[in-house]
């Protein structure tokens, strides 16, 4: 049983589309996270989100909004896609019961605009 | 939350110790160092954590120095599938959203 899945784990797509993409995590986790990583393989936070709260990285165009159904459930949609947002998207869950910042990671989704 | 420097990359003999050091000269006392590491095509996966005191899991030991301005992750018996980068992570855990800052990493690379 994966913890933390994403859907796709591709996604090829043209400029200036609308896309999504799903991340479901079955650890029963109330903190949730979007991660991307560019080319040069720096790993960078864009939102954390949790059923109170959602923290938006000042760095992240307003295109990207998280969006969460359901405590299992955040996903990330991105408006207008542009060729810089070509990477890596990771999503991430946490326990806020923990004491402790053991974060686990989903397989990631390969994002390539054209 | 503190900034660390660590090797850009290291290379570790299959079976010896590999040993991972990570300077934090500016960390604060309520700044914890986490380890990570980074498989080829995976997620980021969680190691170790420490605040002061030495820790041991299944997977590493961090040794922090007294002053805690610097520490080092040690595989003890490096496989091939340690084979990942490495990020040594400082972060308090009052941190807004608990959200973690990745810095370069060291990429270790475990040769036969």
């Known amino acids: 049983d994966t913890a933390v899945s994403q859907t796709p784990k591709y996604l090829v797509t043209q400029m200036g589309n609308d896309k999504s993409i799903k991340c479901e995590q079955n650890?029963?986790?109330?903190?949730m996270y979007w991660y991307k990583q560019d080319s040069k393989k720096f790993l960078k936070i864009m939102f954390s989100?949790?059923?109170?709260?959602?923290?938006i990285n000042e760095t992240v165009p307003n295109r990207f909004s998280p969006k969460s159904p359901d405590k299992a459930h955040l996903n990330l949609h991105i408006n207008s896609l542009e060729l810089g947002d070509s990477a890596v998207y990771f999503c991430?869950?946490?326990?806020?019961?923990?004491?402790?910042?053991?974060?686990?990671f989903g397989p990631g989704t390969r994002l390539t605009v054209l | 939350d503190a900034k660390t420097t660590q090797p850009t990359s290291m290379d570790c003999a299959e079976g010896r110790a590999a040993n991972l050091p990570c300077n934090h000269s500016?960390?604060?006392?309520?700044?914890?160092v986490y380890w990570y590491r980074q498989i080829h095509s995976q997620g980021p996966q969680y190691i170790i954590h420490?605040?002061?005191n030495n820790e041991t899991n299944e997977m590493a030991s961090l040794i922090i120095t007294e002053d805690r301005k610097s520490s080092t992750l040690i595989l003890p018996h490096a496989t091939l599938r340690d084979t990942a980068v490495y990020y040594c992570?400082?972060?308090?855990?009052?941190?807004?959203?608990?959200?973690?800052?990745f810095g370069g990493g060291t990429r270790l690379m475990v040769k036969p």
């Open positions: 650890l029963g986790h109330d903190t």
């Open positions: 992570i400082v972060r308090s855990h009052n941190n807004a959203g608990n959200m973690l800052t």
């Open positions: 991430a869950t946490r326990t806020s019961g923990s004491s402790y910042n053991e974060q686990f």
């Open positions: 420490g605040l002061k």
């Open positions: 989100y949790n059923n109170k709260e959602l923290i």
């Open positions: 500016t960390i604060s006392g309520n700044e914890y």
